[in-house]
């Protein structure tokens, strides 16, 4: 296998960039749509912040590289392939639209070329499509889109 594994995708949101940007980086929101065993820790530059999902055991530490207000998070979590251990890197871009909306675009990179880490790319793809429309979801109508979805 030799390409390198690499995913973006995106959505748009109508609501103003501030408030789609601090459903993400604020953990008592993000725990409301997104991660529903909670989160700890606001996403900030430098911080290490927590993830926890009901339907995937175990805290997830997220190691936030940068975050500019209303524009890009930025964060280093580890592949999804536990018998070799390395981490891989999300941006996340929010993109204030004319008509009021927000574009938040995901772009996820990193894995090591084999058939786990495309498996695990795969997904990790699904779970970001999957995030944007809970995202969209909970801002747009107050509706947690995962809640029972997977277990």
Known sequence: MDMELKFRVGARI???VADVFEAVVNPDTLSRYFTTGGA???LETGAVVHWSFHDFPGSFPVNVVE???NERIVFDWDADEPDAPYKTRVTMSFEALEDGR???SV???GWRQTAEGLKASYGNCSGWMQMLCALKAWTEHGINLREGMFK
């Open 40 to 42: 700890r820790g606001r």
């Open 102 to 104: 927000t574009l938040v």
């Open 67 to 69: 975050v500019i207000d």
């Open 107 to 109: 772009q996820e990179e």
């Open 14 to 16: 109508a609501r103003p």
